[in-house]
Every structure is written in C-alpha cells, then in structure tokens.
C-alpha cells in the first residue's frame, strides 16, 4: 500500500531551475569530513523561494498520495493565530508568519485520476498554494461556509486532526471541533475520522528535493561542531562548557539559523563517574560530546559527536578511548542494518539490541525520526529510559522518510581504570526502504584538540 507514496514522490516535480540553482545541494556521503567548509548560505529572499517551490511540490504530490493511501476522500485542518497546528505549520508559505485570524485548509479528492482540489476557507490566500473558498460579503459564517463545501462534495470521509497518542496527528482543539460540528448535518458528523496518520504521513515522507538539500544543511551543522571543537572556540584550561554552548547559540544568531534545542556540551574526565557541564572548564585529557541542532530552509538537524583534548605531548587519543567509538560505530552498523520497510520501531529496536548483545556490546537505542520537526513525526526506536517496546514505537517504519540514528555505547577504558564511558553518536540518515544511507557521514574518528 505504500508503493503509489514512494512511486509519486520519486517522480517529484522539479523545481524551477533558478531556484534549484540557489539551494545548495551535496551528495548523500557515508564519509563524514574532519574539518568541513560551511556551504554558503542564502539570504532570506532566496530562503523564502526555497521554501516557498519544495511546498508546492510537497502539495502536489505528497497530499494526493497519502490521501490514497489512506482511502481519505477529504481532510480539513483548521488553525488559530499564533496557534499553528503541527501540520498546518508547514503548510504556511514563507511569507506567512503564522496563520490569519482562523486558517481552515480543505483537500478534496474528487476520484477517478482528477487532481486533488486545495481549497483556503478563511479571508486570506497562501501564495497561490490554496484557493480561496470564502466570500464573508456573501456568507458572514465562516463555519457554515466550510459546511457548505462539505455538502458540495459528500465525501464519504472527512479526516480531522485527532489523536490520544501521536502529538502531530492531534491539531484539533476542542473548541474548534465543536464550532465545525455544530455547522455539519448529521450526517456528515458520521463520517468524522481521525486524521492522525495523515499528519504522520505528510511530516515524515520526504521529496527528491528535500534529499537533494538535507546533506548540505547536515554540513552545515557539521561545519559548525568542527570550529566549536576546535582551538577557535576552546582554550584548554580556560574555556568552559558553557562557554562552548554560548558559542554556538551566538554563531547561529549572526548567521540567521536557529536552534531546535539549546546545543548541549558535557565532558567525561578520568576519575569523575558523571557527566561535568555548566561552568567546568575544560582541560587536556578529557573527552568533549556536544548535542547540537539546527533548523534551516524548514529541515532540522540533530548531530552528537566526540571530541578529545590531547595532552602537552600527546598526538593522539588513548586506544581505549578510540576502541570505545569503534564499538559505538558497530553498534550504529548493527542499528542501520535492523531497519525493515513495514516493520514497527519495537521490532528493529529488539531485533538490534539483540544482535549488539550478542557481540558483546553494551548499548542503548533511542533513534527518531527527523524532518520539519527535531524529534520528528513518526516511529520511535527505543528511548534512552525504556529499552523494551514501547506503545509509542508500534508505528511502522517506512521508506522515502528521514531519521536520526541516535544510540550510545558503554565502554569500560583501560587506560582510565576500566571506568565506564559514555560514547554517544548522532547522525541524520535516510532510509530508502532497503537501505540506510548518512546525509551527510558519520563521525568514525575523535575529533583531536591540541592543548598547547
């Protein structure tokens, strides 16, 4: 049932050439650089068209798809001002800050190969997206107005956004439904069904386009931990965690990109059991992580990587820290290996926890998928405080979608006293339905700081 999706959206429409020529676009990598340059950004306008044409693609193939897929013949979604439900959030040309007073989005699939109608009940347009369905002069109720359209087309289903367990599938609020219910006849009150794997479907699915720009804004990310673990930003014996994390957050600002979540930085030092952050400072021999996340041109990152601060003399990690990311690579090898089109979070999470105990491992899994959102719409592999199934891992994975391959590995280092270390990895992938392939690489070596 998921071939039309996959066919439609590898026949994606190109976009116009000017703007494919702006959007930076690198190839998918299982090489990640040491040092990468930062790809050029583009400015807001260029930014904006962007946006604005992988949008419209999006709308012209995903939502006929997915509707499809699903047997929906109509979905509604409705927001308030500063109020954006998830999926509507996307929706929104560049241009459009938030929604209007009160954005009511219809689709309509009017069967037999006919395309998708997208209609806009409220008193504003969407760049052209949308076409405005709503003359208040003529019709002063808004809600009786999208009644109306419903009575029109008598869809034999009407999706709305609702759901007790997927936060993206439930933009629906209470008031809201009720305004829309108390306008509809009887009859079409009966044919309300939940739209939650909708919503799922059209945040997790990604476009041609979207794999064409996600490795450059990967490097991006990339390009921006490689200076943060470097003499650049740190000065070992004076510069703290925070400082680091501070680095960062004021980098992002002068560059025009933001944050999804406040980049985290930690440091595990021979002899202390914990995790040290906040206003510890750094010093030669201990081994930097860093948990950094951008948002640019609507897509997120979620990178976590290693550093080590060598000592005066010292050319290279300890062995037993490198052996530690060698494992922790083995353990992402085992990981990406275990992903079956169809098959829930809870079963390639058991499948590879299994595998990596078998080898004699000792990690923990909590992968998600990312996209429009850092912990994005879709199945769960694992979490970090639940290794067992979990109800919010029941959903299948599926291809054409894009994830974070998150998970750590526990390994005890000879040369600091068989203390158990911590050895974290984070990289963006995209699972083809057979295969999962980096964004952008993955980091295979400890990034070296020298201290003098």
Known sequence: MRLPLLAALLGALALPQAVHAKAPVLPMSETELAA????????????AEVIDAVLAERLETIVPAIMREQGIDMWVLMAREYFEEPVIATM?????????????????????????ERLTVSRYGLAGLFEPSWAPEDEPDQWQAVADIIAERDPDQIAINFSDLKAFGDGMTLSQYRLMTAALPETYRERIVSGETLAIRWLESRTDRELEIYPGIVRIAHALIARAFSREVITPGETTAADVQWWYRETLASLGLTPWFHPSVGIQREGEEEMLRGDTVIQPGDLLWTDFGITYLRLNTDTQHLAYVLKPGETEAPEGLREGLRRTNRVGDILTGSFRAGESGNEILARARAAALAEGLDPSI????????????????????????????????????????????????????GQRVDFRSEEDAFFDGETVRFLDGRQTELTLIPSD
């Open 36 to 47: 990468p340059e930062m790809p050029p950004l583009l400015s807001m306008r260029e930014r």
């Open 92 to 116: 929104l040309d560049a241009k459009s800050m938030a929604a209007r007073r009160r954005t009511i989005l219809v689709f309509h699939d009017p069967g037999e190969g006919q395309p998708v």
């Open 366 to 417: 909590y992968s998600h998928p990312i996209g429009f959102h850092g912990h994005g719409a879709g199945t769960s592999i694992g979490f970090w405080d639940n290794q067992e199934a979990d109800p919010r891992g029941e959903y299948p994975v599926l291809a054409g979608t894009t994830w974070s391959i998150e998970f750590t590995n526990y390994y005890e280092v000879p040369e600091w006293g």
